[in-house]
């Protein structure tokens, strides 16, 4: 029995978040909150005799993803024209780099349950968009508010060989698109695009065999599914000696299958040539320098970091850094605190209560109510003792509902706990003296009411007894029981 292999490669389309399209000064608006065709203009509508200009911001942004990727940025690329015809590309051809692009030969470093993968990265490509079409009974609606707006492609070498690899390239490559502030990663919004080109051969060959192409995964997770799906397909087909056929396929998520789109056209069906009315795209080695010294840290750098510099476990680092926003947000808390607050402790609560509060809120961290000087002065209240930790997750869905500080809700509600020894011993007192029953069976050996004590004890105290003085408190009460 031939045991098979994945081969999967992955293309990305991604929106650049310039001000203006990329060949003319029309805005790039959101496509899901805009009127239809608010931001169009004779160059991106198609009309004869415009001519297009190169935008130099999305030239820029493209040049920091190949930077990013440790792409060779090349000093001289070229526009071609790929032909073809549909109702939302109004020019009937597609501007696009073609044979001599931007960026050239990178990698990306994953990381999967099965160890570090470095997968190559063959090329990255500005081009245009195209409008959108709305398919209403029999006839269409076409909005070029997305037409023209710059579109990066990045395309993988077929070196991904399973699902889960495949998934890691591409959050990895998101990250890194969010981290230099050039796209929102927003899938939903159809921003970030995926397609996977996926094939299986007999492990240990390296031939490429047929392969098919999947189209509108629009989730990671409908990402991995499909390929998944295709991957059995695939082999089902090859052990009943069936041909592949190479096609474009959709991914119909709720039914769970890949659907045929039609079947693959090559380059030559494009009829590429190169753009007459566009000169070369020349890039200064000083010009990528620059940009290369403006470059943040990415997504990798800082998880490592983290890890370094904060003690923090690599699933912690790996949560916080996913979201540039979430990481500026920890860093910040961590500076505003003392030693007695650790990072690690700031980290756990980001990553459990606020996730949580944030998740069931559904708003990000930019838009919450408590900023991280605010999560740092409650975690140094919390660490004084002046709360105990039950307490301070109380006050911090206050301070999120309400804005207010953790101060101003622990004075108004008199949430001070109480860490006051006599206090707390009286407390005690009052506790065994209510209870000689519960006494009694402790005495003769039920050890496990010391926590039935302990209940009761906080109780009295309305929750706000320092659990580390009431337990040791409670333990020398109880072992004077004993010996008496
Ligand atoms: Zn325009
Ligand atoms: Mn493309």
Same mark, same amino acid.
């Given at each position: ?88 590309? !109004? ?81 990895e490559l998101r990250a890194i698109l969010r981290a230099l502030g050039v796209n929102s990663g927003d899938m939903e919004k159809g921003v970030i695009r995926f397609e996977a080109n996926v094939s299986v051969r007999p492990r240990g060959t390296d031939i490429l065999n047929t392969r098919v192409e999947i189209k509108n995964l629009n989730s990671f997770r409908a990402m991995e599914r499909a390929i998944i799906y295709q991957i059995e397909q695939q082999t089902l087909k090859y052990e009943r000696g069936e041909k592949i056929v190479q096609e474009t396929l959709g991914w119909d998520e709720s039914r769970g299958e890949t659907y045929s789109q039609r079947s693959k056209e090559e380059a030559h069906d494009y009829r590429y040539f190169p753009e007459p009315d566009l000169p070369p795209l020349i890039v200064e080695n000083a010009w990528v320098d620059q940009i290369r010294a403006s470059l943040p840290e990415l997504p990798k ?165 320092? !659990? ?17």
């Amino acid at each position: 029995m031939i045991e098979y292999e994945p081969v999967i490669g992955l293309e990305v389309h991604a929106e650049l978040q310039t001000n203006s399209k990329m060949f003319c000064s029309c805005a790039v608006v959101d496509n899901t909150r805009s009127e239809p065709n608010v931001a169009v203009c004779p160059v991106c509508a198609g009309m004869p005799g415009v001519l297009p200009v190169i935008n130099q911001q999305a030239v820029e942004m493209a040049i920091k993803v190949g930077l990013a990727l440790e792409c060779t940025i090349n000093p001289t690329s070229l526009f071609a024209r790929k032909n073809y015809f549909y109702p939302d590309l !109004p020019k009937g051809y597609q501007i696009s780099q073609y044979e001599y692009p931007l960026a050239s030969n990178g990698v990306l470093r994953i990381h999967t349950s099965e160890g570090d993968r470095t997968i190559r990265v063959l090329r990255a490509h500005l081009e245009e968009d195209t409008g959108k079409l709305t398919h209403v009974d029999n006839y269409s609606l076409v909005d070029l508010n997305r037409a023209g707006v710059p579109l990066l492609e990045i395309v993988s070498q077929p070196d991904m060989h399973s699902a889960e690899e495949a998934r890691a390239y591409g959050m990895e490559l998101r990250a890194i698109l969010r981290a230099l502030g050039v796209n929102s990663g927003d899938m939903e919004k159809g921003v970030i695009r995926f397609e996977a080109n996926v094939s299986v051969r007999p492990r240990g060959t390296d031939i490429l065999n047929t392969r098919v192409e999947i189209k509108n995964l629009n989730s990671f997770r409908a990402m991995e599914r499909a390929i998944i799906y295709q991957i059995e397909q695939q082999t089902l087909k090859y052990e009943r000696g069936e041909k592949i056929v190479q096609e474009t396929l959709g991914w119909d998520e709720s039914r769970g299958e890949t659907y045929s789109q039609r079947s693959k056209e090559e380059a030559h069906d494009y009829r590429y040539f190169p753009e007459p009315d566009l000169p070369p795209l020349i890039v200064e080695n000083a010009w990528v320098d620059q940009i290369r010294a403006s470059l943040p840290e990415l997504p990798k750098a800082r998880l490592q970091r983290f890890i370094d510099q904060y003690q923090l476990t690599p699933y912690d680092a790996a949560i916080l850094v996913q979201e540039a926003s979430v990481a500026d947000y920890f860093e910040a808390a961590v500076k505003a605190v003392d030693q007695q607050v650790t990072a690690r402790v700031i980290a756990l609560w980001i990553t459990g209560e606020l996730f949580s509060w944030m998740k069931q809120a559904a708003v990000e961290i930019e838009a919450i109510k408590v900023g991280p000087e605010s999560l740092a002065a409650l975690l140094q209240t919390t660490a004084r003792g002046d709360i105990n930790q039950n307490t301070a997750k109380n006050v911090l869905g206050k301070m999120l509902e309400s804005g207010r500080s953790a101060g101003d809700i622990i004075k108004a509600d008199g949430l001070m706990q109480i860490s006051d020894n006599d206090a707390i011993v009286q407390l005690i007192d009052r506790v065994i003296e209510a209870n000689p029953g519960e006494v009694a069976n402790y005495l003769a050996g039920k050890e496990t009411l010391a926590n039935w004590f302990f209940g009761q004890v906080m109780r009295q105290a309305g929750g706000k007894a320092n !659990p580390q003085v009431v337990r040791a408190e409670l333990e020398r009460r109880l072992s004077a029981l004993k010996t008496s």
